[in-house]
């Protein structure tokens, strides 16, 4: 690579955080018009590392050398100046804003001289570029896709050089995808850099020149994708020790314990779905699966199944044919219920509170309250027992929720719901940013409890992980819900089309196979 | 009822909401940045006390303007400083600017109850103060009124219509977001509640210096209060806020209405009728919580923490 | 030079030491404070503090100011502990001492102790009946409860004024806005030889230790403090919000209602315009202060009873007007809000390294 094709060059930067070092002398090159992926599990130094280079924090030792010249990029007005754009993973857009006042916003004040000309090179740049955008729609009225396109033209607006991208596919179906590589081998063929972070080596090995790999904060690993493994490209992530994927067996559920029918629910806020005669049956000892991207009503399934949102006709969800929709969370829980919440910090846990208050939280029935009054022994002790059995990487049973990494938290919170013996578990995005180890044990806690005769219903946005765990996979787009079909008798093809809600013109009976 | 006493009730309304418009148009702003500064009672007090104490000491009465709306600058800065610098909770600091406002407003004006100054008069507008009835309606005021007619298209366009406002809204929105953007969310916000901290110190002029030309202990009763109300009523629009006010400004005079036209109940009784009034235009207007959630600024309330980020 | 670093877990010393930190801050600006007006703060702070603990009589009045103080702040804390921002403990007061006196004054010579107890009850369920209001209101419309329950203090303030200028007033009290002095049955029992402190002491500081034991030791009142703290996960662990607001809100009124039932027919004994010198809003600063825990609200409420007891001092000995009370009052909060920074962040001292790394490379911009 000669040395004036350089874009953009880091030598040895560093940034600590308190009690963490984030980045630790990482260097690293990237070359115009190269397509570089940043490859790392979660809590690499990813994420801190782009910041760096859009100048949202500063590096505390190192340089950086943007066009052969050292710089020091103080804020990300700076980054723009220069050339550099980012498309940040939870996107960065103004909901109540339109699309064109969402773009003037990211603007310097001088470059908009009119909101005609402003508007006119939006409908340019997006002929352009394949990038379909009304300028004048409201962003909550966007789709997912849209909004990313939104932010990808908000960087190619003022003649980005460089543009990172922060997990770009982890909202978008299969399809969407395939879109934005095209953008993307564009931009990269007209000379801009791109920097692609990412998890999914598959869609690094399709896309990208070169990968640079972070583990623990530091540069672990380059290799070009093309001539590398999955395997062995993940092996650099995670190190030689971790297993890195399992196969499980698929079974066969048998009585129906949840079923759902023509459940209905009007979107709780503004810019939601809501659910649409969904009907779905989970069987005990199985696990079904439910795929979507996000915001096609997932949290409104989740609330309605868990009963913190009770608004749903009686009738429509059942347990053990007793009908439930009226009953709130708690009241599940002593019909065998047991739920992993979305959101780890702040729902299935409170933050503030210590480990062995948030195992009250939903196991006050296991002994652990008296005639009202609380028995903190026995509450720590039960503590005790979830932090050691799961492995939960902890100070002790005192230690606040909100100083766990999200990982060993998540273990906490599926060990707590687990330890309950459920009847049902409805269990949301269940490796959402944890690592590869905690993923793979909390799957085979999964698959043990589904053994033992739990019925499991998993809701992830991640396909493959889908298809590694579930017994049965559906697919929720815009609030109603495809039939459920054997994981082994489709592809991640078939259900990535779902997924973009072709389900809904098909004309298949609404029963799957088996129980037909 | 004849027109004559229509108008005068009508006129009455726009006297009486004029401190309500102005309060709340600086709490509109200081809420569309996402900060719910519930200190309006307190930096109105103090704007009363400082305005009507420079003017009394001076004479001048533009003087205790300027020092009314610094007074609340002064009280909002407290406010900015606690909430955003150190991140405190909005409700509890605003609470706290109310407590501290109204007994430094009594403690530094003690000395003042019982005086006079010659408030701002009327100034009729030649030729339009002449039309029919809505000559003497709207332009026959004084200048703080006319005053605030400016304010609010003033508040209007920059909300609206320029740069800033879209980036207040933004900040209002989602303070991440615009961190992300490069906008600085601290200063933006600085700069909304400060300019709030200034409308409550003018409205509170407008009391002690027009309205009543006179200091007294907790003499805006509670109209702080009522402006925070009106911005909800107003689903946080600058124009449904100046039609809020001139409502809300008659519901208050409703008692002296009913005593001007004989009905005779106890004052005490009657003196309630603003707070119960806000009270069921609250009811009325919170009833549709979708709505509602529409239209507030998403991060109402929420504080701001790039170091957690 | 200094900076601010997020702490990865809330620091429990700092927690308890804040409150302490803010009443020395507190002194020291009320010192400043003091010598501006050309007092010597020593001089002040005697007044203020020693003053009234300095005999039994004051002592009897500091409990007479303590004890509304308590009962109010104790109710308020439920709510806060419960994200519920209940301002309308001094509208709650107002009608509990309304509706008692209504009934003290139904009472004569022959009642006995019965008749009080049911004027204190009275008094309780109207303060509660004030606090149902905007509960209600939150429950059906979603209104807003800080502005309704403000709203309250203000109309139960009117109320007890048509009340004590009208129905109540004394026909012997020469138009007086004043009721006729309750019977002596209806009268408090009293504690001390001299002064008017009353069992109502007692029975606030019982109060408060009863809360303190629900709320730290039994299922609901974890259940309200995780309601408080975090409401998704209170949704996701099935508490019902109805059942913990409803709660919160008629204890809180119930106990501000007794507060103010307890002052007509205790130190009082009659209805005045003047039952409360805004006892209800200082509550909110005790309930602060004690940090939320009923056990610590015990000391705040004795704290600022002192405060009040010496503001009362000072303007007989320091001829300082009584507003000075207020001011402490918002200077104190400020800082109390102002410490809880220490308990999620940590103030370190850092030699100028990170500014010595950056400058010179910044001046290399553009020479490479």
């Not at chain 2, 332009?139 to 219509?161: E, M, P, Q, R, T």
């Not at chain 3, 008017?196 to 500081?205: E, N």
Request: aromatic share 8%.
């Amino acid at each position: 690579m000669k040395q004036d094709n350089l874009l953009l060059s880091l030598w040895q930067v560093s940034k600590r955080y308190p009690g963490v070092v984030a980045n630790d002398k990482v260097s690293l090159t990237l070359a115009k018009g190269e397509i570089l992926a940043l490859l790392g599990e979660n809590g690499a130094g990813k994420s801190t590392l782009v910041k760096m280079i859009y100048g949202v924090v500063q590096a505390d030792e190192g340089s950086l050398l943007w066009q052969g010249k050292e710089v020091v990029i103080r804020s990300p007005n700076m980054a723009r100046s220069m050339g550099i754009g980012m498309v940040f993973q939870h996107f960065s857009v103004f909901e109540t804003l339109s699309v064109q006042e969402n773009i003037e916003l990211s603007l310097d004040a001088g470059f908009v001289k009119d909101a005609a000309t402003l508007r006119a090179k939006i409908i340019e740049l997006s002929a352009a570029y394949e990038l379909k955008v009304d300028p004048d729609r409201y962003v909550h009225n966007l789709s997912i896709g849209e909004r990313q396109r939104l932010e990808i033209l908000r960087c190619l607006i003022q003649n980005v050089k460089l543009l990172i991208l922060d997990e770009p596919t982890s909202v978008l179906t299969p399809q969407e995808v395939a879109g934005l590589f095209k953008v993307l081998r564009t931009l990269a063929s007209e000379g801009c850099s791109i920097l692609f972070i990412s998890h999914k080596l598959k869609e690094v090995t399709a896309l990208c020149d070169r990968a640079v790999i972070l583990r623990g904060g530091k540069v672990n690993g380059e290799c070009v994708p093309a001539n590398e493994t999955p395997d062995s490209i993940a092996r650099m992530m995670v190190g030689s020790e971790a297993v890195l994927s399992e196969r499980y067996h698929k079974t066969i559920g048998s009585d129906e314990l949840l079923v759902t029918r023509d459940l209905s629910v009007p979107p709780t806020n503004p810019f939601g779905t809501g659910l649409t005669k969904v009907n779905l049956s989970l069987h005990k000892g199985e696990i079904l699966g439910i795929a979507g991207v996000a915001g096609n009503g997932q949290e409104d399934l989740l609330e309605a199944l868990s009963g913190e949102d009770t608004r749903a006709e009686a009738g429509s969800i059942l347990i053990n044919g007793r009908k439930v929709a009226k009953l709130n969370a708690g009241e599940r829980r002593l019909l065998g219920m047991s739920y992993v919440p979305a959101d780890r910090l702040g729902q299935g846990a409170v933050p503030d509170m210590s480990l062995a208050d948030n195992t009250l939280l939903t196991s006050a029935r296991k002994g652990l309250v008296n005639r009202g009054l609380i028995l903190p022994h026995k509450v720590v002790e039960l503590a005790k027992s979830i932090i050691h059995r799961n492995d939960v990487k902890c100070h002790n049973a005192h230690a606040q929720a909100k100083s766990l990494s999200g990982g060993n938290l998540q273990k906490f919170i599926i060990g707590r719901e687990v330890d309950q013996n459920p009847e049902v578990l409805i269990c949301a995005h269940p490796t959402w940013g944890v690592d590869i180890g905690a993923a793979s044990s909390i799957h085979r806690q999964l698959i043990e409890l589904r053994d033992n005769g739990a019925a499991i219903l998993v809701v992830s946005e991640d396909i493959d992980e889908l298809f590694m765990i579930s017994d049965r996979i559906a697919a929720l787009y815009e609030g109603q819900l495809s039939h459920a079909v054997h994981t082994e008798q489709t592809n991640i093809e078939e259900v990535g089309k779902w997924i973009a809600g072709s389900f809904m013109n098909e004309d298949k009976p609404q029963e799957d196979v088996k129980h037909a | 009822m004849d027109m004559e006493l229509f108008q005068q009730i009508l006129v009455a309304a726009i006297k009486t909401g004029t401190p309500l418009l102005l309060v709340a148009l600086g709490e509109l702003i200081c809420e569309k940045s996402g900060v719910l500064n519930l200190g309006q009672e307190g930096m109105m007090l103090m704007g009363a006390m400082a305005g009507f104490a420079g003017a009394y000491f001076s004479g001048n009465l533009a003087l205790g303007l300027l020092l009314a709306m610094v007074a609340g600058m002064m009280m909002a800065g407290i406010f900015a400083l606690l909430s955003l610098n150190l991140n405190t909770n909005q409700v509890a600091t605003g609470l706290a600017l109310t407590i501290f406002g109204s007994g430094l407003s009594a403690f530094l004006g003690a000395s003042l109850v019982g005086s006079t100054v010659n408030g701002f008069k009327p100034i009729a507008i030649p030729l339009l103060s002449d039309i029919p009835f809505v000559g003497p309606l709207l332009f026959n005021h004084d200048i703080l009124v006319y005053g605030s007619f400016v304010l609010v298209a003033i508040c209007w366009w920059v909300v609206n219509k320029t740069r800033a406002g879209l980036t207040l809204r933004a900040v209002g929105e989602n303070p991440y977001s615009a961190n992300a953007l490069g906008i600085k969310v601290i200063k933006v916000r600085y700069i909304a509640v400060l300019t709030g901290g200034a409308f409550a110190g003018l409205a509170g002029a407008y009391m002690s210096l027009s309205y009543t030309p006179m200091w007294m202990e907790n003499m805006t009763a509670g109209r702080g209060w009522i402006a925070l109300s009106l911005v909800v009523f107003a689903s946080w629009r600058v124009g449904y806020l100046m039609v809020g006010a001139y409502l809300f400004g008659v519901a208050s005079i409703l008692h002296l209405v009913m005593q001007g036209i004989g009905f005779t109940i106890s004052p005490n009784l009657l003196a309630m009728m603003p707070y119960v009034a806000t009270i069921v235009v609250m009811v009325i207007i919170s009833s549709n919580p979708i709505r509602q959630k529409l239209a507030a600024p998403m991060s109402l309330a929420k504080p701001f923490d790039s170091r957690r980020h | 030079m200094l900076k601010t670093q997020a702490r990865l877990e809330s620091s429990k010393l700092m927690s308890w030491l804040s409150p302490l930190i803010a009443i020395v801050l507190t002194m020291l600006v009320s010192s400043i404070m003091f010598l501006a007006l050309g007092i010597n703060p020593t001089t002040a702070f005697k007044v203020f503090i020693i003053g009234p603990l300095s005999d039994s009589y004051n002592l009897g009045e500091l409990m007479v100011k303590t004890t509304p103080l308590l009962l109010c702040a104790t109710g308020l804390a439920l709510c806060y502990k419960a994200n519920i921002w209940n301002i309308g403990a001094e509208g709650q007061l107002l009608v509990g001492a309304l509706v008692g006196s209504y009934f003290a004054l139904q009472a004569n010579d022959d009642s006995g102790y019965g008749w009080l107890a049911i004027t204190l009850l009275a008094g309780a369920v109207a303060g509660m009946f004030w606090a149902a209001i905007p509960t209600l209101l939150h429950q059906l419309f979603h209104t807003n409860l800080i502005l309704t329950t403000i709203m309250l203090n203000y109309i139960g303030l009117y109320l007890l004024l048509w009340g004590v200028h009208g129905p109540l007033i004394d026909p012997e009290g020469f138009g007086f806005p004043e009721s006729a002095i309750f019977a002596d049955a209806l009268l408090l029992p009293t504690i001390m030889e001299d002064g008017r402190a009353s069992i109502s002491i007692v029975l606030a500081v019982v109060f408060a230790i009863g809360s303190g034991i629900i709320l730290y030791r039994t299922l609901p009142g974890f259940q309200l403090r995780v309601f408080g703290s975090d409401q998704p996960a209170a949704r996701y662990a099935g508490y019902s919000s109805k059942f913990i607001i409803w709660s919160v809100m008629l204890s809180a009124g119930a106990l501000a209602g007794f507060a103010g039932v307890a002052e007509v027919t205790g130190p009082i004994g009659q209805l005045i315009p003047q039952v409360s010198p805004g006892y209800g809003y200082a509550a909110i600063i005790v309930a602060y202060l004690g940090r939320l825990n009923p056990f610590g609200i015990i000391f705040a409420a004795f704290f600022m009873g002192t405060l009040y007891m010496g503001s009362d001092l000072a303007q007989i000995e320091l001829g300082m007007p009584t507003a000075i009370t207020g001011l402490f009052q918002g200077i104190l909060l400020f800082f109390l809000l102002a410490c809880d920074f220490l308990i999620h962040y940590k103030i370190i001292w850092q030699p100028n390294k990170s500014n010595s790394q950056t400058a010179p490379v910044s001046t290399k911009q553009g020479a490479a």
